[in-house]
Antibody, heavy 119, light 109 residues
Framework: QLQLQESGPGLVKPSETLSLTCTVS??????????WGWIRQPPGKGLEWIGS???????YYNPSLKSRVTISVDTSKNHFSLKLSSVTAADTAVYYC???????????WGQGTLVTVSS | SSELTQDPAVSVALGQTVRITCQGD??????ANWYQQKPGQAPILVIY???NRPSGIPDRFSGSSSGNTGSLTITGAQAEDEADYYC????????????FGGGTKLTVL
């Protein structure tokens, strides 16, 4: 059974960089079929796709966040990572990682991790 | 980028049928996918593509599409179906990123 698990600091100061890692178990991140994405959900609000990455390292991002987002992959560790720079309180959210493909949408999700931006 | 619009809230009597809709230009090119999210939990995919259910999703959940509107229908709603429902699809512009609707809170009366 595929499992995804987010990890990283739960508190980040304004203007700093948010960094999270998603570790994949029960399957290989190097699959040619699947892509790996980040989605976030501010408290009490809806879902927002942040960006996705192929195992090759090719990425594509939400245009509204593109200038601040970097997603990378480490196939040797079977994990991928998110960096979001210059954070503000508006970036406070539960951050999810998830698997998807070009054809199939987000079918496996991590449990999510709350990141609060506050001094 | 495109947007997907959902009604904020819908209610249904126990055992009745309810339709949750999602509107957006991208749905003229792509099917809507649907997710169920209960409080404190990650979303679960319930319908994808034309009308496909992942393993373990009850057959009372179905999907349909017409023009720029995608719909999720629950036939014979159960108490456990009370949740937030989100649609999503590829965006038909640019690099074809993903977009989500704002979500619909379903109350089962």
């Amino acid at each position: 059974q595929l499992q995804l698990q987010e990890s990283g600091p739960g508190l980040v100061k304004p203007s700093e960089t948010l960094s999270l890692t998603c570790t994949v178990s029960g399957g290989s991140i190097s699959s040619n079929i699947y892509q790996w994405g980040w989605i976030r959900q501010p408290p009490g609000k809806g879902l927002e796709w942040i960006g996705s990455i192929y195992h090759s390292g090719s990425t594509y991002y939400n245009p509204s966040l593109k200038s601040r987002v970097t997603i990378s992959v480490d196939t040797s560790k079977n994990h991928f990572s998110l960096k979001l720079s210059s954070v503000t309180a508006a970036d406070t959210a539960v951050y999810y990682c998830a698997r998807h493909s070009t054809v199939f949408p987000f079918d496996y999700w991590g449990q999510g991790t709350l990141v609060t931006v506050s001094s | 980028s495109s947007e997907l619009t959902q009604d904020p809230a819908v209610s249904v009597a126990l055992g009745q049928t309810v339709r949750i809709t999602c509107q957006g230009d991208s749905l003229r090119s792509y099917y809507a996918n649907w997710y169920q999210q209960k409080p404190g939990q990650a979303p679960i995919l319930v319908i994808y593509g034309k009308n496909n259910r992942p393993s373990g999703i009850p057959d009372r959940f179905s999907g349909s599409s017409s023009g720029n509107t995608g719909s999720l229908t629950i036939t014979g709603a159960q108490a456990e179906d009370e949740a937030d429902y989100y649609c999503n699809s590829r965006d038909s512009s640019g690099d074809h990123p993903w977009v989500f609707g704002g979500g619909t809170k379903l109350t089962v009366l």
